[in-house]
């Protein structure tokens, strides 16, 4: 019977040994492979064509012979001892590097240090990780043989682009003071501590501008630079009664004594004028600059500023009147008026006040408040008249959980309180005609210039078509030139008239679906929603909400979550 056996050869390779004997079972590939899986040398690569070749000659050995007479040896490398090897992928964007392991069979395995080599002859030359590197070697030792193992071994940054330039205000406004007001011992707080933490000095810093930065570079894992955006800039601006500091072109000073305000990118001061209430006994106020009033505006008294006017205390039955912010620590207070038994344009509240900036308040009833900005009260708002070109938010600053109940209320943006109307019914009424009007008084306007140009277009066409109907005797070309020319002018502005018009009444469309109501608690019946042609009330109690225009009707939608814009 033939003999087979495996040995390793001086190439570290392993031969199949023949001895051909005639007689016994036969040697096949089947035999061979059996060998192979049975011996040590059985993650090394096979040759099949090796076994197959010699099987042949084993045959072509046996077949002169004898039964039981030997032939010559027989011998072939059928097994190899194969390295394992490496495929580096660097991606498209070169933003990372993978490397792609065939495990060894039977040779030597990859090191991290021959990883990290062949990724960098690769074209590889930044980002690795050595701890990625150590793994994959590690992993792929493990692994059966002749098997794909991959993971990323390197990572290219991206770049950090620069920040904007900021402007760090150094003192606080009026407002910041009055909603952060200084803790006594006792841990209550002193709301009429205000005068000196409010008004500045001659040569006090302001504002600082915080330069841009350029940005941090990046790369890819090729080593190509990938350069960051540089942060953008703004101009640090002086307002009136402040100057640039001598010494640091980024610091904004107060030049004279008086009251901060914060006007964009930079900041002035107002002349200031300070008082500890306003009542009969101090006459009414009118004055150029900002007021301060540490205590109270009491009944029938006025107080008129160009600048901003801060309350320490309440404002009753008077009349307050300001070119920038309102700032009223306690309360607006006016008398009982039953505005719901009155028409609205009927109605004169005891208490007004009107600003060309925000106002806040802490709370607020029976009053008229007009605002060229945004009114924010902290905790209710109760039966009064508001007209307001920007937004109208009850509650703090972080959460709209006030209540709003009864009143009118002529709105620019958005309405948001945690209770709005009451269990009682109180009407609630939210007009949102401000923009709207002003949108619908653009498109008149727009289609007056429409009815212009087309009694225009109509007069030159006709005049067009008289001459053309000219006999040639009597025809006028240069005439007929000229009247075309002017037709066709104003042709084109009637197309262009027509795209305004619908670019004004998109406008208005976008308005009416961006506008809203929103309870983040309760919506109670009786508040009603008017967007222009179209309004609606709640007709019952409901949880969390918000009513908006959609679909040319009034629909209250329930939130889970307030925006908390």
């Given at each position: 019977?033939?003999?087979?056996?495996?040995?390793?050869?001086?190439?570290?390779?392993?031969?199949?040994?023949l001895?051909?004997?005639?007689?016994?079972?036969?040697?096949?590939?089947?035999t061979?492979?059996?060998?192979?899986?049975?011996?040590?040398?059985?993650?090394?690569?096979?040759?099949?064509?090796?076994?197959?070749?010699?099987?042949?000659?084993?045959?072509?050995?046996?077949?002169?012979?004898?039964?039981?007479?030997?032939?010559?040896?027989?011998?072939?490398?059928?097994?190899?001892?194969?390295?394992?090897?490496?495929?580096?992928?660097?991606?498209?964007?070169?933003?990372?590097?993978s490397?792609?392991?065939?495990?060894?069979?039977?040779?030597?395995?990859?090191?991290?240090?021959?990883?990290?080599?062949?990724?960098?002859?690769?074209?590889?030359?930044?980002?690795?990780?050595?701890?990625?590197?150590?793994?994959?070697?590690?992993?792929?030792?493990?692994?059966?043989?002749?098997?794909?193992?991959?993971?990323q071994?390197?990572?290219?940054?991206?770049?950090?682009?620069?920040?904007?330039?900021?402007?760090?205000?150094?003192?606080?406004?009026?407002?910041?003071r009055?909603?952060?007001?200084?803790?006594?011992?006792?841990?209550?707080?002193?709301?009429?501590?205000?005068?000196?933490?409010?008004?500045?000095k001659?040569?006090?810093?302001?504002?600082k501008?915080?330069?841009?930065?350029?940005?941090?570079?990046?790369?890819?894992?090729?080593?190509?630079?990938?350069?960051?955006?540089?942060?953008?800039?703004?101009?640090?601006?002086?307002?009136?009664?402040?100057?640039?500091?001598?010494?640091?072109?980024?610091?904004?000073?107060s030049n004279?004594?008086?009251?901060?305000?914060?006007?964009?990118?930079?900041?002035?001061?107002d002349?200031?004028?300070?008082?500890?209430?306003?009542?009969?006994?101090?006459?009414n106020?009118?004055?150029?600059?900002?007021?301060?009033?540490?205590?109270?505006?009491?009944?029938?008294?006025?107080?008129?500023?160009?600048?901003?006017?801060?309350?320490?205390?309440?404002?009753e039955?008077?009349?307050?009147?300001?070119?920038?912010?309102?700032?009223?620590?306690?309360?607006i207070?006016?008398?009982k008026?039953?505005?719901?038994?009155?028409?609205?344009?009927?109605?004169?509240?005891?208490?007004?006040?009107?600003?060309?900036?925000?106002?806040?308040?802490?709370?607020?009833?029976?009053?008229?408040?007009?605002?060229?900005?945004?009114?924010?009260?902290?905790?209710?708002?109760?039966?009064?008249?508001?007209?307001?070109?920007?937004?109208?938010?009850?509650?703090?600053?972080?959460?709209?959980?006030?209540?709003?109940?009864?009143?009118?209320?002529?709105?620019?943006?958005?309405?948001?309180?945690?209770?709005?109307?009451?269990?009682?019914g109180?009407?609630?009424?939210?007009?949102?005609?401000?923009?709207?009007?002003?949108?619908?008084?653009?498109?008149?306007?727009?289609?007056?210039?429409?009815?212009?140009?087309?009694d225009?277009?109509?007069?030159?066409?006709?005049?067009?078509?008289?001459?053309?109907?000219?006999?040639?005797?009597?025809?006028?070309?240069d005439?007929?030139?000229?009247?075309?020319?002017?037709?066709?002018?104003?042709?084109?502005?009637?197309?262009?008239?027509?795209?305004?018009?619908?670019?004004?009444?998109?406008?208005?469309?976008?308005?009416?679906?961006?506008?809203?109501?929103?309870?983040?608690?309760?919506?109670?019946?009786?508040?009603?929603?008017?967007?222009?042609?179209?309004?609606?009330?709640?007709?019952?109690?409901?949880?969390?909400?918000?009513?908006?225009?959609?679909?040319?009707?009034?629909?209250?939608?329930?939130?889970?979550?307030?925006?908390?814009?």
């Open positions: 019977m033939t003999k087979a056996h495996l040995i390793s050869n001086d190439k570290n390779n392993v031969d199949l040994l001895e051909p004997i005639k007689g016994g079972d036969t040697i096949s590939t089947a061979i492979n059996e060998l192979i899986n049975a011996s040590e040398f059985n993650n090394l690569r096979i040759s099949t064509a090796s076994i197959t070749n010699a099987i042949a000659e084993l045959n072509d050995v046996l077949k002169p012979l004898q039964e039981s007479q030997s032939g010559r040896e027989i011998r072939y490398q059928v097994l190899e001892r194969i390295d394992a090897s490496i495929i580096i992928n660097i991606e498209s964007d070169e933003m990372s590097a490397a792609e392991i065939t495990t060894a069979q039977g040779g030597a395995h990859l090191t991290a240090k021959a990883i990290l080599t062949a990724a960098q002859e690769a074209g590889v030359k930044k980002g690795f990780s050595k701890e990625n590197l150590v793994k994959l070697a590690q992993l792929a030792a493990k692994e059966p043989s002749n098997t794909q193992v991959s993971a071994i390197a990572l290219g940054k991206l770049p950090i682009n620069g920040n904007d330039a900021q402007i760090k205000p150094l003192v606080e406004s009026a407002q910041a009055i909603l952060r007001p200084k803790k006594r011992e006792d841990g209550s707080v002193d709301m009429r501590d205000l005068g000196d933490i409010i008004c500045v001659v040569g006090d810093p302001l504002i501008k915080i330069p841009l930065s350029e940005g941090r570079e990046g790369y890819t894992v090729t080593a190509t630079t990938l350069d960051p955006s540089p942060g953008n800039d703004v101009e640090l601006i002086p307002g009136e009664g402040t100057v640039i500091s001598p010494k640091n072109e980024n610091v904004l000073l004279k004594v008086g009251l901060p305000k914060m006007i964009p990118n930079g900041m002035e001061v002349e200031v004028y300070k008082i500890k209430n306003v009542s009969v006994a101090t006459g106020i009118n004055f150029t600059g900002s007021v301060i009033i540490e205590g109270d505006v009491t009944e029938g008294m006025k107080v008129i500023a160009s600048g901003d006017i801060t309350v320490g205390g309440f404002v039955s008077a009349m307050i009147e300001s070119g920038g912010d309102i700032t009223i620590s306690g309360g207070i006016g008398r008026h039953d505005i719901e038994q009155t028409k609205v344009t009927d109605v004169t509240m005891s208490v007004s006040v009107n600003a060309k900036g925000n106002i806040y308040a802490k709370y607020c009833q029976y009053a008229q408040i007009t605002c060229t900005q945004d009114v924010r009260i902290e905790n209710q708002l109760l039966h009064s008249l508001l007209d307001v070109n920007g937004k109208l938010w009850i509650g703090k600053a972080e959460k709209a959980d006030g209540k709003l109940i009864g009143g009118y209320t002529k709105i620019g943006k958005s309405v948001q309180a945690g209770m709005i109307g009451a269990p009682a109180s009407n609630t009424h939210i007009n949102f005609e401000r923009k709207i009007n002003k949108l619908k008084d653009e498109i008149n306007d727009i289609d007056d210039l429409m009815h212009i140009e087309s225009k277009t109509t007069e030159l066409l006709n005049a067009v078509n008289k001459l053309k109907a000219l006999p040639k005797n009597k025809a006028k070309p005439l007929l030139a000229k009247v075309v020319a002017s037709y066709q002018v104003h042709a084109k502005r009637m197309g262009e008239i027509l795209e305004q018009k619908a670019a004004v009444e998109q406008k208005l469309q976008d308005y009416k679906d961006s506008v809203y109501i929103e309870a983040t608690e309760k919506l109670y019946h009786g508040v009603e929603m008017i967007v222009g042609d179209f309004n609606d009330r709640s007709r019952r109690e409901y949880g969390p909400s918000r009513m908006i225009c959609k679909e040319r009707k009034i629909v209250i939608d329930p939130i889970v979550n307030s925006p908390g814009n």
